[in-house]
């Protein structure tokens, strides 16, 4: 009974060490990784240079992947990345999620130096998935969830598509 009578306290100062446990997490990842802080921008940039994919990094480690620098800007707002099978082009794209999600929820990022508009939504087409049970093609999927994001995206949106209609 007496737990019971505190039982808004406990949950608020369960919520605060939460809180901390993250943002611990957060410096402790960083500082092990290297990761920089990112700056934040009104101007519709995201400029990132020697960004790393933080998942690949460790299980393949540091030495062994290639940094990449990424930039887009509201006059050069879409990139088309071209390469052999293979080659990357899905990782970059990953890592430019990660990056602008770790960056949005408060971590430093795996790069070093990262200049980013923040954005409300973010939408991604990466990866080959299907719906056979429902009659949706691997191709009518793509189309849907590209559909999705060019009718909820704002213009403070970032989508990124990967092999969008490869199908066709």
Same mark, same amino acid.
Do not use: W
């Given at each position: 009974?007496?737990? %019971?009578?505190?039982?808004?306290? +406990?949950?608020?100062?369960?919520?605060?060490?939460?809180?901390? *446990?993250?943002?611990?997490? =957060?410096?402790?990842?960083?500082?092990?990784?290297?990761?920089?802080?990112? #700056?934040?921008?009104? &101007?519709?940039?995201?400029?990132?240079?020697?960004?790393?994919?933080?998942?690949?990094?460790?299980?393949?480690?540091?030495?062994?992947? +290639?940094?990449?620098?990424?930039? #887009?800007?509201?006059?050069? =707002? !879409?990139?088309? +990345? $071209?390469?052999?099978?293979?080659?990357? %082009?899905?990782?970059? !794209?990953?890592?430019?999620? +990660?990056?602008? #999600?770790?960056?949005?929820?408060?971590?430093?990022?795996?790069?070093?130096?990262?200049?980013?508009?923040? =954005? *409300?939504?973010? =939408?991604?087409?990466?990866?080959?998935? *299907? &719906?056979?049970?429902?009659? %949706?093609?691997?191709?009518?999927?793509?189309?849907?969830?590209?559909?999705?994001?060019?009718?909820?995206? $704002?213009?403070?949106? !970032?989508?990124?598509? *990967?092999? !969008?209609?490869?199908?066709?």
């Amino acid at each position: 009974e007496k737990v %019971k009578e505190r039982t808004v306290d +406990i949950q608020e100062v369960a919520e605060l060490i939460a809180y901390i *446990d993250v943002l611990s997490d =957060f410096a402790e990842v960083s500082n092990e990784y290297g990761y920089s802080r990112p #700056i934040f921008n009104e &101007d519709g940039v995201v400029n990132l240079k020697e960004l790393r994919h933080p998942v690949i990094e460790k299980l393949i480690g540091k030495e062994n992947f +290639i940094n990449n620098d990424f930039y #887009i800007d509201n006059d050069n =707002f !879409l990139q088309i +990345i $071209t390469g052999p099978n293979m080659g990357g %082009k899905s990782t970059i !794209l990953r890592q430019i999620a +990660i990056v602008v #999600i770790m960056a949005q929820i408060g971590c430093y990022v795996p790069c070093s130096k990262a200049n980013l508009s923040v =954005f *409300d939504k973010i =939408f991604t087409r990466i990866g080959a998935s *299907d &719906d056979l049970v429902s009659g %949706k093609s691997t191709f009518m999927v793509e189309m849907n969830e590209a559909n999705n994001a060019l009718r909820n995206a $704002t213009d403070r949106s !970032l989508i990124l598509f *990967d092999e !969008l209609g490869r199908g066709t």
